[in-house]
């Protein structure tokens, strides 16, 4: 609980504008954020990019945050930020149709590290479609619960289970 509170001491102090606040704020969750943002893109600069418009979005709508969970409405602004970029870019379907040809290119050893395996995963989480494969991200890589998904994606928490389940099997099919 004292966590929380803290969390809520520096929230106040980001609203009253103080930078030591905000400062705290991006020490807090930058990490996991930039790890969402990897995830989504697979490219560091490009996570380095939409971390920091983030954290100056955070800036200008810290004000509308009501309460609730703070981890799910940070995550609601950084999911948009994600779909802003998509949507401005006109990338989406490139980027997917990039990777799928890399991937075919690309020839995968019998026996592979761990470090192999996750890159393999990382490719595979590329073949997905966008909407699944940000269940996956929001669900194993930003560890949200199944109830905060599904506000953020302002669906029926039965439809988020669904699309995670289906994503999860064509994921393991994919990684065979």
Not at 135 to 151: C, G, N, T
Request: aromatic share 10%; net charge positive.
């Amino acid at each position: 609980m004292a966590e929380n509170d803290d969390l809520m001491q520096i929230i106040a102090g980001c609203k009253a504008g103080k930078s030591d606040s905000f400062a705290a704020l991006v020490d807090k969750f930058s990490s996991r954020c930039y790890g969402y943002f990897y995830r989504m893109t697979g490219n560091r600069d490009l996570s380095d990019d939409l971390l920091s418009e983030l954290f100056v979005k955070l800036v200008v709508k810290i004000g509308s945050y009501s309460g609730g969970s703070f981890e799910s409405w940070l995550f609601t602004v950084a999911a948009n930020v994600f779909r802003d970029y998509l949507r401005t870019k006109h990338r989406q379907t490139k980027l997917l149709e990039i990777k799928k040809k890399s991937m075919a290119m690309e020839v995968i050893e019998p026996k592979q590290s761990n470090e192999e395996m996750l890159d393999m995963l990382q490719k595979q989480l590329n073949n997905l479609d966008a909407d699944t494969k940000e269940v996956i991200m929001l669900r194993f890589y930003s560890q949200m619960q199944f109830r905060e998904i599904a506000q953020i994606r302002s669906e029926p928490i039965g439809t988020t289970l669904a699309k995670l389940h289906r994503g999860v099997k064509k994921l393991r099919e994919l990684m065979e």
